[in-house]
């Protein structure tokens, strides 16, 4: 990386989208940021950021250029005069990923975090076209994978598949190397599979979640002993929203959340009922949506950490993360959501994610392409889910137990459906039995009303069935309904509370699916989790 090497820079590469992706700032933008930081001139080769960085500084290149190496030293591309460094981590605090060196002849203006910050905030049309950019450059590195890292494992492993939809749904970079591909690593042994293989050649072997994020630096730093005025726990659509009206607000807000953003929802391939996006919108890229503006007003995001204790004899609130940490909240909402229910099958729990499966995301949909697959449920997730599977599965089947999807799943699914060539509704069905050694292969199902069992060769079980309340956390602390859910808006005497959000403890309050008597819909959830702060105000102002 001399100087005599600049010259031989290979062209960046082109995107259609480029001018957003990259775009150049007219000199009048630029001197607007200019208030914000100061000029400098580094020498040569000067490392301005370096992977794993947190917190790096913004810069704008006046002259010259700012060159992007990844992991393996390999150049990316160049941040040329007119253009600005950076994407999503300078507003999550997530750790940079890749390295930024100064080329001959560049001068810069350098801005520090906190004026950063200020600037987009301050600056309204430069934070838009700044935002806009910093998304497109995370997609563009999801794309290709630069300053990731890579997997080693096999398609067809539950401990794979986890890791696999862990990075994906947290939005981190990374390669995915199956052992049946010829550039797969020779020298790891079958017990150490899957592997992560980190940048500085670092083998992680079968690493936890928990793990990953920490590693990975996809959690930003909490303050040490600080109370937030917010929690919020749980990290789907309703909890994003408190989020981001709690942060947007002024309330100092700490997110957590046990596995990734979006909940189910973030499962879903396509939410087209969804207000304002006619052409529907993934549940994985709206819940980044959220992240994002969470990131951008302040708010803190704590994943891949469960929440097992909620102290409520105590004001400040406490609560007990996975791992040891504890936070501290003058107010707290409730927002884990619940789970799908399991069949009780024999072997069922071997083959889960061997086959059988929770959610149907691009990951599903390659492992069970040109074969049949099962979907249990009648929601509008087991609807969203057969019409994506029915893109590249050879037949989907839909099991109900009543007598068709009507009654509980949007019309213009259960239109879509009926209209499929290679989707297949049997109502009053069940499943009965799985079959399968190292992989899901066969199922029988039987029609109650006929008493007939039918057996087919599946390659995939998609159960989507009933809800069971992530609720064991607060058990100890707050009265619970008798399927476990948190009822809301009424005190121990059935009067009405301050808010249709409180639950009986003062500052607690529970929004989405895990509150009893709740709709189950993405927009619903949204609402709650926007409303219920204006009643963390209250609170907090009493």
């Known amino acids: 990386m001399s100087d005599v090497d600049t010259p031989l820079r290979p062209e960046p590469p082109v995107h259609a989208r480029e001018e957003q992706i990259f775009p150049r700032l007219a000199a009048p933008l630029i001197a607007r940021i200019a208030a914000y930081g100061a000029e400098e001139s580094p020498a040569s080769d000067t490392l301005l950021f370096g992977r794993g960085d947190r917190g790096p500084d913004f810069f704008v290149v006046l002259e010259g250029a700012i060159d992007l190496f990844d992991t393996d030293g390999g150049y990316v591309r160049s941040y040329l005069p007119g253009q600005f460094s950076g994407e999503l981590h300078l507003f999550s605090g997530r750790a940079s990923l890749l390295d930024g060196r100064a080329a001959a002849g560049t001068r810069l203006l350098r801005l520090a975090p906190a004026a950063f910050r200020r600037m987009a905030s301050a600056e309204p049309d430069i934070g838009e076209i700044v935002m806009r950019a910093f998304i497109l450059r995370r997609v563009d590195l999801l794309a290709t994978g630069f300053g990731g890292i890579t997997l080693v494992g096999s398609a067809e492993d539950p401990e794979t598949h986890r890791i696999r939809e862990f990075l994906t749904r947290n939005a981190h970079p990374h390669r995915f190397v199956d052992l049946r591909d010829p550039a797969a690593p020779d020298t790891l042994e079958a017990a150490e599979l899957p592997a992560v293989l980190l940048p500085e050649g670092r083998v992680l072997s079968r690493p936890s979640s928990a793990q990953l994020a920490d590693l990975l630096g996809l959690n930003a730093a909490a303050g040490r002993d600080e109370t937030y005025d917010l929690v919020v726990v749980g990290a789907g659509p309703a909890g994003l929203a408190a989020a981001v009206y709690g942060a947007s607000e002024g309330l100092s807000t700490f997110v957590v959340e046990a596995e990734a953003p979006g909940g189910q929802a973030g499962t879903s391939s396509r939410i087209e009922n ?269």
Not at 302 to 308: L, M, P
Not at 360 to 389: D, H, I, K, Y
Not at 507 to 528: C, I, L, M, N
């Open 274 to 542: 969804y207000l304002g996006f006619p052409t529907g919108i993934s549940g994985q890229a709206l819940a980044g949506r959220a992240i994002t503006q969470a990131h951008k007003f302040g708010a803190v995001l704590r994943v891949s950490r469960r929440a097992e204790h909620l102290d409520c004899s105590a004001r400040p609130f406490r609560i007990a993360l996975e791992g040891g940490e504890t936070v501290s909240a003058r107010a707290v909402v409730i927002a884990t959501g619940a789970r799908y229910r399991r069949l009780d099958l024999p072997g069922y729990a071997a083959l889960e994610g061997r086959g059988i499966y929770y959610a149907a995301t691009p990951m599903e949909a390659q492992l069970c392409a040109g074969a049949e697959v099962v979907v249990v449920g009648g929601g509008n997730s087991a609807g969203q889910a057969a019409m994506f599977l029915s893109r590249s599965c050879a037949k989907v089947h839909i099991l109900v137990r009543g007598p068709g999807l009507a009654a509980t799943m949007s019309d213009y699914l259960v239109q879509r459906i009926a209209n499929s060539a290679n989707v297949q509704l049997h109502p009053y069905c069940e499943v009965t039995a799985v079959e399968g050694d190292e992989f899901l292969t066969r199922l029988s199902w039987r029609d109650r009303a006929s008493d007939a069992t039918e057996t087919r060769d599946v390659r995939g079980l998609f159960v989507m069935i009933g809800a069971a309340p992530n609720t064991e956390w607060v058990a100890d602390c707050l009265t619970l309904d008798p399927a476990g859910f948190v009822p809301t808006g009424l005190d121990a005497g059935g009067r009405p509370l301050t808010s249709p959000y409180a639950t009986t403890i003062d500052g607690v309050f529970a929004v989405g699916d895990v509150r009893a008597g709740s709709v189950k819909r993405v927009a619903s959830g949204v609402g709650e989790g926007a409303a219920v702060v204006s009643a963390v105000h209250r609170h907090l102002a009493g």
